[in-house]
């Protein structure tokens, strides 16, 4: 059985080299309780390298995403500064195992917010929500995992890339979303797949944050992937709109 430490030895090594890895349940049981303490100490090595921790990406929160995967919880991972990604800019393709790309709606934290709290206390606890997307990247070989070993891998979180911020008091539970890739729309959603309304998948994140001291004010949330994610390749130009609050893109470089 590898030891706990080990494995997040694992996981840390293939995100920073992108090279891919069995997977953990292939060849040892690993329970959901387990793949998050070997999540917690792979990010702890990453920041004894100086990366800072900016928030949580939630995931699995829309149909689409959960049937994509063929699991049906939400689970979460965290930010650091590292993997924010310039809005306009560009990723390297290489420093990726098999990179995907995802439309999600980001919430900028006015203040801490933990535990059991109702979708309106949540809200008032936001200072302000943005048009992202989430670069996923599973360190696991073919993109396939069971639910632990995703877990372990930081929920597959790789890097975000995050719009302009625009005030919360505006109704963002069925906001239109397309992301054209070249110019083409390739997915089309709404606001509404992620879990009903994306405060809910809020209200799942200070519950999921709790054991680590809850969200904290300045914190970047990720509500979670509102239609299937795409394969990115080099040379593509990504942008995901959101109606009403903007558009956000990203390029990929060799
Ligand atoms: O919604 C998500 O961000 C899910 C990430 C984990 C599953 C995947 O890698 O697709
Ligand atoms: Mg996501």
Known sequence: ??????????????????????????????????????????????????????????????????????????????????????????????????????????????????GAVSPTEALSAVEAIAPAMEVIDSRYRNFKFALPDVIADNSSSSGFVLGSWARPDQDFSNLGIVVEVDGRPAQIGSTAAILGHPIRSLVAAAKAAAPIGGLKAGWIVLAGGATAAHSLSVGEYVRTTIRGLGSVSIRVAE
Do not use: N
């Open 1 to 114: 059985m590898t030891s706990l430490v080990k494995a997040a030895q694992i996981v840390d090594e293939a995100a920073r080299t992108a090279g891919a890895i069995p997977q953990f349940t292939e060849s040892e049981a690993l329970g959901v309780e387990e793949a998050y303490a070997i999540q917690a100490l792979s990010m702890e090595r990453r920041f004894a390298r100086g990366e800072r921790l900016v928030g949580v990406k939630m995931g699995l929160t829309s149909r689409a995403k959960m049937a994509q995967v063929g699991v049906d919880e939400v689970i979460w991972g965290r930010l650091t500064d590292a993997m924010r990604l310039e809005e306009g800019g560009s990723l390297s393709r290489k420093r990726y195992v098999h990179p995907r790309i995802e439309p999600e709606l980001a919430f900028l934290m006015k203040s801490d917010l933990s």
